[in-house]
């Protein structure tokens, strides 16, 4: 069975630092998919990052990367120059199955930015 | 715009009665699926269609329906709802093999 597990259930970062939220995952695929999710005090589920296993370099968007570690079966997210605006929920997710349809996710990590 | 629709976004209703939550896109992605969300749980998977006519389960299905007679629309129906199926349901769809677009969300409360 697929698992995601995300062990920081919060953190707290300063403005403008970097900060890494933990995801390590567990599968039998060969082929799959490991995405990061936001999810603000709204409610909504935004995208943020997406590495694919046979990708060999770390996927970076903007301010955010993601640490793929695939020996260690990790996927950390890393923010850097973090703001008030990233104050959220996180989600690591996976997609497996030989990149079938079927996604599981991590159980979050909340994240607060202090001014 | 893009995006994915949800209706309704707030339900609250009695054990048993049977209700349909509505979901649509319109973005001609060929995946749908549907999630709940709860608390220290993140989301987990109910259903997802990879195209029209085709449906298979995801982690939690008991109590839960799906059809996917329109590529467009993937509605999730609770036949007999129950108070434990009080959660965060989460619409999303994407084009086959590529991240998911999510819809607003529905807040449902079994009483």
């Known amino acids: 069975a697929q698992k995601i597990t995300q062990t920081q259930p919060g953190m707290f970062v300063q403005e403008k630092e970097a900060v890494t939220l933990d995801c390590t995952y567990d599968?039998?695929?060969?082929?799959?998919?490991l995405f990061w999710y936001k999810q603000p005090s709204s409610g909504e589920m935004i995208f943020l990052i997406y590495?694919?296993?046979?990708?060999?370099q770390n996927a970076t968007e903007g301010r955010y990367s993601l640490n793929f570690q695939k020996a260690r079966k990790s996927a950390n997210l890393v923010i850097s120059a973090s703001q008030l605006g990233d104050s959220a929920m996180y989600f690591c997710a996976m997609r497996g199955r030989n990149y079938g349809q079927n996604f599981v996710f991590g159980p979050g990590t909340r994240l607060s930015v202090l001014p | 715009e893009a995006q994915v629709t949800q209706n309704p976004r707030y339900l609250i209703t009695v054990t048993g009665k049977k209700l349909t939550v509505t979901c649509s896109q319109n973005?001609?992605?060929?995946?749908m699926s549907w999630y709940r969300q709860d608390p220290g749980l993140g989301l987990r998977q109910i259903y997802y269609?990879?195209?029209?006519?085709?449906?298979d389960k995801g982690d939690v299905p008991e109590g839960y329906k799906v059809s996917r007679k329109e590529k467009r629309n993937f509605p999730l129906i609770l036949e007999s709802p129950s108070p434990n199926q009080t959660s965060l349901y989460f619409c999303?769809?994407?084009?086959?093999?590529?991240?998911?677009?999510f819809g607003p969300g529905t807040r449902l409360t079994v009483l």
């Open positions: 269609s990879m195209n029209v006519e085709v449906t």
């Open positions: 599968t039998s695929d060969q082929s799959y998919g």
């Open positions: 999303a769809s994407s084009p086959h093999t590529d991240t998911q677009y």
């Open positions: 973005m001609n992605h060929e995946y």
């Open positions: 590495q694919g296993s046979y990708d060999e």
